[in-house]
C-alpha cells in the first residue's frame, strides 16, 4: 500500500503527477488531479476553478467527481476562492463550504503572476498546515499543463466564456502574450475591455537577456478590420524581433506591411519601449499614440514624448527613437485612447485626471490587480458599454 492519510508526501511523487498529467487526454486532467490529491494527499473531494474571460466569474471544471460540496461558480469579487484568485495567495477555511468538518484549500493557478484559476481542496480537518506547500506546486504544474493544452484542446478555453467570443476577439486573444509575468527587475501585466468584443487594441512584450520589449497598439475604427489591421501590426513587430530587429526596424516594418495590404486611410498607433533591463534606460518610438504615464516618488507625470506619424500611413514615414531613464521604484502606465476617452455622448470623458489619481490611490496594488482595477473603472464609468477598446498595460521597475 502506498501513503496513509495525512502522510505528507515527498515531493518525488510530484514526478507521478507530472507523468500522469503528461500522459492524460484534455478530458481526464481534471481527474488524474483529483486521484492524486486523494491518493497522496487524502483530500476527500477538489474542484479546479478557471476564471472567464472577464475576470467576474470562476467556472468548475467538470470531472467524474463530486467536486466542491458547494458546487457551481463562483465569483472573482468575494469568498475564499475569490480571494485567493484575487490576491494569489492559498485561502484557507476551517468549514469547507458546508462539507461537515472538512478542511478546504484554495491555492492559486498560476504561472508566474498570470493567474488561471483556483485549485480548492477538501482535506479532513486535522491536515498539516504543510500539504498547503505541496498543493501550490500541485497548482504550479496544474497551470503549466493548462497553459500548453490550448494548443491542442478547446475545452478549457470553451470554459473560459461565459458567452459568445466576437470574431475580432477571437483574433486578438490569440495573439496576447502572457497577461502578466515578473522577474526580479519588473512586473508586467496587461488587461483589455471589452473582453469578450476586444476589436481594435492589443499588447505584445518579450523578455531577453539584457532587453525587455514592449508594444501597445490601437488599430483604427473597430471590429474584424480592426483586428485584422492589429494582428499584421503585432505580426510584423514580433516577426522583425525575432529576426534580431532593433524597435526601428520593428516600427519600420510593421509601417511596411500595414500600408501595403491595408492601402487607403487604415492605421495603427503604437508605443513600442525597448528596455535596457540592467540600466533602466529605455528607448521609445511613438506612433501617434497617447503618452505613458508614470508614478514615481508619489507623483504622476507623463512622459514627455514627440509623436510620430501612425503605422500604415505613408510608405516613406521615417519614426525616431526617444530616451527616458525608470529607476527602481517607478510604476510606468500604457493605455490606449479608450482608457482616457472613454465618455458618453456629450458628456466629459474619464480623463487623464483619473487614471492618474487612480494611480496614486492604488499604488499598493500589484500591476495585475491594479489594470484589472483601472479597466474595471473605465467599463463602470460607461456603465458597463464601452464604444471603444480600453487597453492598459503596466509594468513595475524594481
Ligand atoms: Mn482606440
Known amino acids: ?27 481526464d486532467l481534471v481527474d488524474v488531479c483529483e486521484e492524486w490529491l486523494g491518493r497522496w494527499l487524502g483530500a476527500r473531494w477538489s474542484t479546479l476553478l478557471l476564471a472567464d474571460y472577464s475576470q467576474t466569474v470562476l467556472e468548475p471544471v467538470p470531472g467524474r467527481g463530486a467536486g466542491a460540496p458547494s458546487g457551481g461558480r463562483y465569483a472573482v469579487r468575494d469568498g475564499a476562492a475569490g480571494a485567493s484568485y484575487r490576491e494569489q495567495r492559498v485561502v484557507r477555511e476551517p468549514d469547507g ?43 504550479t504544474v496544474l497551470a503549466h499543463v493548462l497553459a500548453g493544452a490550448r ?3 478547446d475545452r478549457f478555453e470553451a470554459l473560459r466564456r461565459r458567452k459568445d467570443l466576437g470574431l475580432a476577439a477571437e483574433i486578438q486573444w490569440e495573439l496576447l ?37 514592449i508594444s501597445i497598439t490601437d488599430a483604427v475604427g473597430h471590429g474584424l478590420r480592426a483586428a485584422l489591421l492589429g494582428s499584421l501590426a503585432v505580426a510584423a513587430m514580433r516577426n522583425t524581433r525575432r529576426g534580431g530587429g532593433e524597435i526601428l526596424a520593428q516600427a519600420a516594418a510593421a509601417n511596411q506591411h500595414l500600408h ?19 540600466e533602466g534606460s529605455a528607448l521609445v518610438i511613438n506612433a501617434g499614440h497617447p503618452t505613458p504615464l508614470l508614478l514615481r516618488d508619489g507623483a504622476v507625470v507623463p512622459v514627455p514624448l514627440v509623436p510620430d ?19 527602481h521604484g517607478d510604476r510606468l502606465l ?65
Open 1 to 27: 500500500m502506498g501513503a496513509t492519510r495525512n502522510v505528507l508526501p515527498d515531493r518525488e511523487v510530484l514526478g507521478e503527477l507530472i507523468r500522469e498529467l503528461d500522459t492524460a487526454a484534455p478530458y
Open 97 to 139: 463550504g458546508g462539507a461537515g468538518h472538512d478542511l478546504m484549500l484554495c491555492v492559486p493557478v498560476t504561472i508566474r503572476t498570470e493567474c488561471l484559476g483556483v485549485l480548492v481542496v477538501g482535506l479532513p480537518a486535522q491536515t498539516e498546515d504543510s500539504v498547503a506547500d505541496v498543493l501550490v506546486d500541485v497548482a
Open 151 to 153: 494548443r491542442y484542446t
Open 177 to 213: 502574450p502572457v497577461l502578466a509575468y515578473e522577474l526580479p527587475v519588473f512586473s508586467i501585466a496587461g488587461a483589455l475591455e471589452p473582453t469578450y468584443e476586444i476589436g481594435g487594441d492589443t499588447f505584445d512584450y518579450a523578455v531577453s537577456a539584457s532587453r525587455l520589449t
Open 260 to 278: 501595403e495590404q491595408f492601402p487607403g486611410p487604415s492605421f495603427v498607433t503604437g508605443q513600442l519601449l525597448e528596455i535596457d533591463v540592467f
Open 309 to 327: 506619424l501612425p503605422f500604415g500611413l505613408y510608405s516613406d514615414t521615417v519614426y525616431r527613437t526617444q530616451r527616458f531613464t525608470l529607476r
Open 334 to 398: 500604457l493605455t490606449t485612447d479608450g482608457i482616457t476617452e472613454a465618455h458618453f455622448a456629450g458628456g466629459s470623458a474619464f480623463g487623464v485626471d483619473r487614471v492618474a489619481e487612480l494611480l496614486t490611490a492604488q499604488a499598493h496594488h500589484s500591476p495585475t490587480e491594479f489594470v484589472r482595477q483601472l479597466t474595471a473603472a473605465v467599463l463602470e464609468f460607461r456603465n458597463g458599454e464601452l464604444s471603444d477598446d480600453a487597453t492598459a498595460v503596466c509594468l513595475d521597475w524594481h
